[in-house]
Nanobody
């Protein structure tokens, strides 16, 4: 199973970006999907969560500005980021709880490779 994230870039404060993350492989089911972010010298922090049923949760730092969504048929998760601030600058990582396999099934958590978001003031 692999997670591939994309959509990062350089944007001015107040601008928007949309991150995408695709899960691929012998996937049976994707449960929770998540977006994290990390800046140098800090721990990776959870930004947004979405369950397979579409329930969402956000850190207070991004509530009202970021929206997480998913396409279950395509094993995709998105993060729409509006009203970006310089403090949102970070490497963003997608994460997913995946059931996978053929014949024998396994469950594990997988990480994408990270996509960099830079917000200039």
């Amino acid at each position: 199973v692999q997670l591939q994230a994309c959509g990062g870039g350089l944007v001015q404060a107040g601008g928007s970006l949309r991150l995408s993350c695709a899960a691929s492989g012998n996937i049976v089911r994707v449960n929770g999907m998540y977006w994290y972010r990390q800046t140098p010298g800090k721990q990776r922090e959870l930004v947004a969560t979405i369950t397979s049923g579409g329930l969402t949760n956000y850190t207070d730092l991004v509530k009202g500005r970021f929206t997480i969504s998913r396409d279950n048929a395509k094993n995709l998760v998105y993060l729409q980021m509006n009203g970006l601030k310089p403090e949102d600058t970070a490497v963003y990582y997608c994460n997913a709880d995946v059931v996978y396999g053929r014949g024998t099934y396994y469950g594990s958590t997988f990480w994408g490779q990270g996509t960099e978001v830079t917000v200039s003031s």
